[in-house]
Structures are given as structure tokens and as C-alpha cells.
């Protein structure tokens, strides 16, 4: 195999954003006086988003205009959080910067809305920056479905048998599969484990970052 360039997910794949995305959702849940949650509650959840995990724990008692307004105060809150937790999973630092020795292009391609995007990788330091960047509101579709993918390919002047994505959940597989681009996951994403793509047809499951240059 023989890529030049690589695409990454954001949130489970390139940094590790939970323990920011939970203190603001508890932060949410003690102003409507609920129960708060532990990352072991909610990690399976994050790679659907925060409508999707907004609407788990409202929905019950919540019309879908109430749950589009919870969730705008959420992402108040969150912005607002600082992104001060948010950091590069272990290895990430250096696969980047391998990336970045070989001259190889790489961008993003997250469900995560531009601003928060954008606010998370201020927070962290990269080696290189991102020749494309492809979040949740940048097309009128967003993961799975496979315009976002290609559409970076066509920021980074490639084509689809050049790109290597890394992601880590069945979002990601599955976009990866409909938009003809090999895919790792990662393990120390946000998803259920390996049993999690038993359906799914990706390239390889990987554990470690620098397992991603095998591949390149």
C-alpha cells in the first residue's frame, strides 16, 4: 500500500476530547437537576454526537424543539469550557510529525461543528497544520455519508486510492467504505471495541499510532 496523504476523525481518533465534553454535559445535567454521568457512561456515545447524546438523556421528558434548544446551551457550554483536558491521544504527536518529515498532506474530517473544531486544535499543539479541514457544518451532509471524505480529497488535490483515513468508530468505518477509501480504527477510540465493526468492512484495526506508518 502506498498512500500520500492521510485523513483523520477528530474526536476518538486525534484527540482525546472527553473528559471536556462530559464535565460540560454534567455541567448541563446539574442545571436540569439530573444525575450526573461517568466517562464509562457516555464514552460509547460520543462518536454520535452531541444530538445524539443530548436526545438519551432528554428525550423522555423533551419535545425536538426543547432538545435543539438543551443543546445549544450545551454547546454554550462547552465552548466556554476552555478545552483545557482536550489533548492528543499518546503517539499521536509523533505520527504526526513522521507525517509532517515525509511531506505528506493530512487533514480532518469530523461530524464536530467548524467552531469547536477550530477551538479544539488551539488548545493542542500539532506539528504541522491541517491542509484541509472538513467538520460537520462545512457540507450540507455530514458521516457517513461519503461527500465530506471526498470532499477533502479534493482539498488536498488526491485521489481516494491515495488517501489512508483513521478514524475510530462505525461512523467512520462506514463512511470510509462508501467512499472507497481505506480506513484504519483506531482502539482507543470512542466505540464498544473491536466486536463493534464484526459488520463492517475496514482495512485493519490498530493500537497503536505509530501502527498507522505500516500502513502508509
Not at 61 to 81: D, F, G, M, V, W
Not at 167 to 188: F, K, N, W, Y
Not at 201 to 214: A, N
Request: aromatic share 8%; net charge negative.
Amino acid at each position: 500500500m502506498s498512500k500520500s496523504a492521510v485523513l483523520f476523525d477528530l474526536d476518538g481518533t486525534l484527540l482525546n476530547t472527553a473528559p471536556d465534553l462530559i464535565d460540560s454535559l454534567n455541567e448541563l445535567l446539574r442545571r436540569y437537576q439530573r444525575p450526573e454521568v461517568s466517562i464509562n457512561d457516555i464514552r460509547h456515545l460520543l462518536t454520535h454526537g452531541s444530538r445524539y447524546f443530548i436526545t438519551n438523556f432528554f428525550n423522555a421528558n423533551a419535545t425536538a424543539e426543547e432538545i435543539e434548544q438543551i443543546r445549544a446551551e450545551y454547546l454554550e457550554i462547552y465552548s466556554n469550557s476552555g478545552h483545557q483536558q482536550t489533548e492528543l491521544f499518546p503517539g499521536m504527536l509523533e505520527l504526526l510529525q513522521s507525517i509532517s518529515d515525509r511531506k505528506l498532506p493530512w487533514g480532518i474530517v469530523t461530524n464536530k461543528l467548524t467552531r469547536h473544531t477550530l477551538e479544539n486544535l488551539t488548545a493542542v499543539r500539532l506539528p504541522s497544520q491541517p491542509r484541509a479541514i472538513v467538520c460537520g457544518d462545512t457540507l450540507p451532509v455530514y458521516k457517513p455519508n461519503p461527500e465530506p471524505l471526498w470532499h477533502a480529497c479534493e482539498l488536498l488535490h488526491v485521489s481516494t486510492s491515495q488517501v489512508l483515513y483513521v478514524g475510530d468508530s462505525e461512523v467512520d468505518a462506514e463512511a470510509g467504505l462508501r467512499a472507497g477509501i481505506d480506513t484504519l480504527i483506531m482502539e482507543h477510540g470512542y466505540h464498544a471495541g473491536e466486536s463493534t465493526f464484526a459488520n463492517i468492512q475496514i482495512t485493519g484495526f490498530i493500537h497503536d499510532p505509530k501502527e498507522v506508518l505500516k500502513w502508509l
